[in-house]
């Protein structure tokens, strides 16, 4: 029977070849965005990868954490938390530097009547970190429930 628990355990279980990318892969990893849908797995499935690599290196997950079980996950599986709200003043510059950064913030709902916010998250911040973690390695990452389907030509 599936559970959320064999669920998370299936997206957190890294390939040998993933472990091995990682494990090469000079730097920590940065996830901004780290609380929503996808990046709570992600960053566990990241730090295992490292694990099974045996390389010691750090995964580091910024949002503003509003779910308790999100930030129980992260800390029971080693991955290291800043709470932050990226669009607020001076927020990046509290940031650590990292050669590896996952972009993943963004807003997706509830943007009706909040469409200067919308913007903000997906076009102004976007441009902020580009610029604050330009000798950076930046991976953007979208799960991409906002664009139209598309033929696979």
Not at 18 to 47: F, H, N, Y
Not at 56 to 71: G, M, T, Y
Not at 141 to 149: A, D, E, V
Request: glycine share 10%; proline share 5%; aromatic share 8%.
């Amino acid at each position: 029977m599936w559970t959320e628990e064999r669920l998370n355990k299936m997206l957190t279980t890294p390939s040998e070849a993933l472990s091995g990318e990682l494990g090469r892969l000079e730097g920590d990893i940065l996830v901004l965005g780290a609380g929503g849908k996808m990046g709570p797995t992600l960053c566990v499935l990241a730090k295992n990868a490292l694990r099974a690599a045996g390389v010691e290196k750090r995964v580091i997950a910024v949002s503003r954490f509003s779910d308790p079980l999100v930030v129980e996950l992260l800390r029971e599986n080693g991955v290291e938390m800043i709470s932050a709200d990226l669009l607020a003043p001076g927020a990046l510059d509290s940031l650590p530097d990292a050669e590896n950064v996952i972009y993943m913030a963004g807003k997706k709902f509830g943007t009706d009547g909040n469409e200067y916010a919308t913007w903000a998250m997906n076009t102004w911040l976007p441009s902020r970190v580009a610029e604050w973690y330009q000798n950076s390695r930046i991976v953007v990452f979208s799960s991409g429930n906002l664009y139209p389907k598309v033929g696979v030509h």
